[in-house]
């Protein structure tokens, strides 16, 4: 029973990575515990609960991957990424290399960027899709991502369809400075196009949104929608903390205190994010 | 004004106050004119010398010097009959984004641009320069009017980035960042920007996506702030001039970069040197560019800022 030994602490790293799991105490395999009310959950149970913790309804970090799964009708997500060859432009280098960093994001995600762009349907209706990967470089956005977020534009605009993007970034990419500065600019000016092709572009604000990718993109959605308890805001919370040198409000920064400031449209869990998607796209089509 | 100068610019202070001692030297020595000449040229050479040379970091002190002239200074010595106009129409003003209209010789314009503050008071008053939401939203309000008016917007770039306060967070700071690109990305009129000190952040973008991107020739353009930068990714902002080399901020590199379209040279050792020369390039460069920008239609204008920012790296 030589393999079963071996295939476990697989079994275990696969579902480390997607879920971004840490040494939990829970049996090994088909189980895990809830990060935040530390619930045993059956993997298979969560999976189809959109990864939302049946008890607390913890929204747990998912992948790309498995965005697409939780979001799209079975089967029906073609990928949109074009290859792009990595371009360290500034050959940036602090206590390591961009190029290091950026070949680690890749061993450690499967993605080949911090953006993935797709096609597909939900409840029988056609999207377009920008989905960031924060555990790529912190989702973070440089040259690639704001060019393939205009591609998708490009796409929705050629073929009449809405955009739908999920955001969860720290902000611009410090390690191409300028560059991914201007990304604001690029992907700002790409919704302009698309808000002027009337078509509708629904923004989802997941854990943790910030910086540039907020304050570009994901601001401008014709309706921005958050995932409960998210974290969203411009500036990070210890940089806040440094400057204002003061406790910052609990509710400092949640969706639920976007909400109530104005900034978000309304709250969706992610178990109920499909049927809101059919509405909306029915209404505003 | 006082006088304030950098460490790296001693060797010409050296040659200065050499001539300052000659001049008072009793009995005044042989050949003065002559001499204090051969220490002018000499100074001047020092000038030269060294701010051919700036490291980066060396570029960022020149950038905050407080000498340097301000988004102010410039909308007082460049354009005729400044009238500000203040307020958000949403229940503030920021004084950290200073924006009106004026006239750049006979024609009509809109300027905007951050505001530091020169004296204690004041620079509390504005915020250094870091604006709330309030500010990027006056700043909309004034570039609608220019639009609708057919007004050519000239805007300047001098801070070191978005304010990071609670009251700007709950204001919606990455809101009003978001909405005043999406405005100027498709904006009905020219766009010319000049970065004058500090491109900090968001906060200097967010004022900033025009036909025309050019820097001074010593301000900086950046991500994040060297230090910011250093402190995410160093963890200490010791390490904030080697940020300042990675980030690579300076005019030189970022049109090397292609990320800006013009650099506009300063007078030997810097605008803060002189103010009077400082301001006469920039006039000269806002008109050309103004000049250049109008024989374009509104239509192609449009498209060639879009197609320019879908260029940038990719």
Not at chain 2, 216 to 224: G, P, R, T
Request: with cysteine; aromatic share 8%; glycine share 8%.
């Amino acid at each position: 029973m030589n393999w079963i030994k071996d295939l476990i602490p697989n079994i275990k790293r696969n579902f480390s990575q997607t879920l971004g799991d840490k040494d939990s105490k829970v049996p090994e395999g088909l189980w895990r515990s809830c990060d935040r009310c530390g619930s045993i959950l059956y993997i298979p149970e969560l999976k189809k609960s959109s990864y939302v913790c049946s008890k607390c309804s913890h929204h747990f970090k998912i992948n790309v991957e498995q965005r697409i799964e939780v979001t799209f009708d079975k089967d029906s997500y073609v990928d949109l990424n074009q290859h792009e060859e990595f371009k360290d432009l500034l050959d940036f280098k602090d206590t390591k290399r961009y190029k290091d960093r950026f070949s680690e994001a890749k061993k450690k995600t499967s993605s080949d960027e911090a953006i993935s762009i797709g096609h597909g349907k939900i409840k029988g209706k056609h999207v377009v899709s920008a989905i960031f990967e924060f555990d790529f470089l912190g989702g973070s956005m440089g040259g690639v991502v704001g060019k393939r977020f205009a591609q998708a534009i490009d796409y929705a605009v050629e073929n009449k369809l809405p955009l739908i993007c999920f955001s969860t970034s720290g902000g611009a990419r410090m390690q191409e400075s300028m560059i991914s500065l201007f990304q604001m600019g690029k992907t700002a000016a790409a919704v302009k196009k698309l808000k002027k092709s009337k078509l509708p572009f629904i923004s989802v604000l997941v854990d943790p949104c910030y910086g540039g990718v907020t304050a570009s993109l994901a601001m401008l959605g014709d309706l921005i929608i958050a995932e409960p308890k998210a974290r969203i805001g411009f500036s990070g919370k210890r940089v806040i903390q440094d400057t204002v040198k003061e406790e910052l409000p609990k509710d400092f920064q949640t969706a639920e205190k976007q909400l109530e400031m104005g900034f978000v449209d309304k709250i969706v869990d992610r178990k109920d994010i499909r049927k809101f998607f059919e509405k909306m796209l029915i209404i505003l089509e | 004004m006082m006088d304030q100068h950098l460490d790296f610019e001693q060797p010409i202070y050296t040659c200065l106050e050499k001539i300052e001692e000659l001049k008072k030297a009793v009995p005044a020595p042989e050949n003065l004119s002559g001499q204090l000449n051969q220490l002018q040229i000499e100074a001047e050479k020092e000038t030269a010398k060294i701010y051919k040379n700036l490291s980066p970091w060396q570029k960022v002190l020149v950038a905050r010097h407080p000498n340097r002239p301000h988004t102010i200074d410039y909308i007082n010595n460049v354009f005729d009959g400044f009238e500000e106009l203040h307020g958000d129409r949403l229940g503030d003003d920021d004084k950290a984004i200073v924006g009106g209209m004026a006239f750049l010789d006979e024609y009509p314009v809109v300027v905007i641009g951050h505001e530091k503050g020169r004296e204690t008071e004041e620079r509390v008053a504005r915020n250094f320069g870091m604006p709330h939401p309030s500010g990027f939203r006056k700043a909309n309000r004034l570039m609608e009017l220019a639009e609708k008016f057919s007004l050519p917007l000239i805007t300047l770039i001098d801070t070191p980035g978005a304010y990071p306060g609670v009251k700007a967070e709950h204001s919606g700071q990455h809101e009003a960042i978001a909405k005043s690109l999406e405005v100027m990305s498709d904006l009905r009129t020219p766009i010319v920007n000049l970065v004058i000190g500090e491109g900090g952040s968001g906060g200097g973008f967010g004022i900033g996506l025009a036909d025309t991107v050019a820097m001074l020739e010593y301000s900086i353009y950046s991500v994040a702030s060297p230090e910011a930068c250093a402190s995410i990714l160093w963890r200490t902002t010791e390490n904030a001039e080697q940020a300042a080399e990675a980030l690579k901020l300076d005019a030189s590199n970022l049109i090397k970069l292609e990320v800006i379209d013009k650099v506009v040279n300063e007078p030997v050792g810097g605008a803060h040197r002189n103010h009077q020369e400082t301001y006469q390039i920039v006039k000269d460069f806002f008109l050309n560019e103004l000049l250049a920008l109008s024989k374009i239609s509104l239509d192609d204008l449009t498209a060639k800022r879009y197609e320019k920012f879908m260029k940038i790296g990719s």
